[in-house]
């Protein structure tokens, strides 16, 4: 393990040729190693911290390597709490190589993935769900999620986490005081003021644990698989959803054979849409071997959409039906609707003039976000989710423990556990191998 005492340096932006890039400097040699690379050497001293100044800037014989803005903030007023200094220079491979590699030259020692931002957490410059919020927010796939993010980062949860926390305090706290001048009689009395306070503490940790179900597929994304009888408009649908032709169509049925992709984003969530090989009893070895993988698909599917068209409205199989997160969507409306035929579906639609498909788009978010509104999902880590699955666990337990009389001593233990678990989330209490896990999922330079 590096010591964290040492100045790092590290590019931050990624590799490649861009208009602009930056290499970032953190610790208390900042300013020093980057004052003996301006021109002329030692200039920059003193430079007034939170301002951009722009010099040349020289490797080690003295020769121009570029010309940058370089900004130096004075701790504690930085990201990392540390005197910190930035070169916003040209974006190109090897002027960022040159710079990068004259700090280390000077003194400098290469960063690890993460670092910046473990010793922002390391100065109390963020808590730990806030260093995994800047990671989530670079990792954002669709707009939602950065906003998600953005919201954590700015204290969302934090603040949310922490009054969780104070409530649990007090109530440890009143109990402990019980303890001392409590009687034993008079302890059923005590269960019965402090159990609502317990159970009011549990549904709001419960509810952020119900969120974490569904806020993870606004992180992660989820697959959704058109499936169904040959010839029901999978394929239609596909590119009806994607926009643009990206499966072959015919009225034979058997058409698609091996499963396609594509990515798309659907209110927020980055969804995976899957078409697949019709299915039925296969004619032939391709299609044998098509309808085995539309099958493999189903065991990674986060909703099913079964397409079924007339005049058989062909149901799914006894297995797929037993499938958690099916939606039967009846197609070719235009061929139905005049005739007043009523399929049972969730869905009814017409793939081929677009009928209805936004509805079934919503209809699938909707499964998936369990009705919340991405705008007003706190998305979790699933490091968080368990810490509060845990304390949830807990608090239960000393709930009934209290309740049932079994002496407070033992309800108290059940509740500072708890309160331990919680504090991890923020970082309140944390371990060296907590903050391993975390930041070893950075980049270099963040
Ligand atoms: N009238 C009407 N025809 C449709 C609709 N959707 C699809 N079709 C037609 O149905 C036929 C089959 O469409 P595909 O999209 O190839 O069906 P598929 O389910 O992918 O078929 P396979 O790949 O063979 O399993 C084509 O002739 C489409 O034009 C619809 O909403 N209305
Ligand atoms: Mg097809």
Redesign the pocket.
């Known amino acids: 393990m590096n010591s964290f005492n040492d100045t790092i340096a590290a590019i931050a932006t990624p590799d490649g040729t861009g208009a602009l890039g930056v290499v970032r400097l953190t610790g208390a040699q900042s300013l020093n190693i980057a004052s003996q690379m301006v021109a002329p050497s030692g200039k920059m001293l003193p430079i007034k911290p939170q301002f951009a100044s722009l010099f040349g800037i020289i490797d080690g014989d003295g020769d121009l390597i570029d010309q940058a803005v370089v900004l130096y903030w004075k701790s504690p007023r930085s990201f990392t709490g540390e005197d910190m200094v930035e070169f916003s220079c040209h974006g190109g491979r090897e002027v960022l190589r040159a710079v990068y590699t004259r700090l280390l030259e000077l003194g400098a020692r290469a960063a690890e993935a993460g670092e910046f931002t473990r010793r922002a957490f390391l100065n109390g410059k963020m808590s730990l769900d806030q260093t995994e919020a800047v990671a989530a927010l670079i990792e954002s796939r669709t707009r939602s999620a950065v906003k998600v993010s953005a919201r954590i980062l700015d204290g969302g949860l934090r603040s949310k986490i922490e009054a969780i926390r104070q409530e649990l305090i007090d109530i440890i706290s009143r109990i402990e005081l019980a303890l001392d001048f409590v009687e034993e009689e008079l302890d059923h009395e005590f269960a019965k003021v402090t159990l609502p306070g317990l159970e009011e503490l549990n549904k709001t940790v419960d509810e952020y644990i119900r969120q974490y179900e569904s806020g993870k597929f606004l992180r992660n994304g989820a697959n959704v698989v058109?499936a169904?009888?040959?010839?029901?408009?999978?394929?239609?649908?596909?590119?009806t959803l994607a926009g643009f032709e990206r499966?072959?169509?015919?009225?034979?049925?058997?058409?698609?054979?091996d499963f396609i992709d594509v990515t798309l984003d659907w209110n927020g969530i980055p969804i995976r849409l899957y078409?697949?090989?019709?299915l039925r009893e296969a004619i032939d070895e391709i299609e044998k071997v098509g309808t085995l993988k539309t099958r493999q698909l189903f065991e990674h599917a986060d909703v099913v959409v079964w397409?079924m068209?007339p005049p058989g409205f062909e149901k799914p199989d006894h297995e797929l039906g037993k499938f958690n997160n099916l939606i039967t969507v009846a197609?070719?409306?235009?061929?139905f609707e005049d005739i007043l035929i009523d399929p049972v579906a969730d869905l009814t639609?017409?793939?081929?003039?677009h009928?209805g498909v936004e509805e079934l788009q919503n209809l699938v978010t909707r499964f998936l976000l369990k009705d919340y509104d991405p705008g007003d999902l706190l998305v979790l880590e699933q490091r968080q989710a368990s810490l509060l699955q845990q304390a949830s666990d807990l608090i239960r337990s000393g709930s009934i423990n209290l309740e049932t009389n079994l002496g407070l001593e033992l309800v108290v233990t059940d509740l500072r556990s708890a309160l331990n678990l919680i504090g991890e989330i923020t970082g309140a209490v944390s371990s060296q191998d907590i903050l391993h896990a975390i930041f070893s999922r950075f980049c270099i330079g963040k």
Request: charge should be neutral; avoid cysteine.
């Open positions: 058109i169904g009888p040959p010839n029901a408009g999978k394929s239609t649908l596909m590119n499966a072959i169509v015919s009225d034979t049925p058997g058409t698609t054979r078409d697949t090989a019709g397409l068209s197609n070719k409306s235009d061929l639609i017409s793939a081929k003039y009928d």
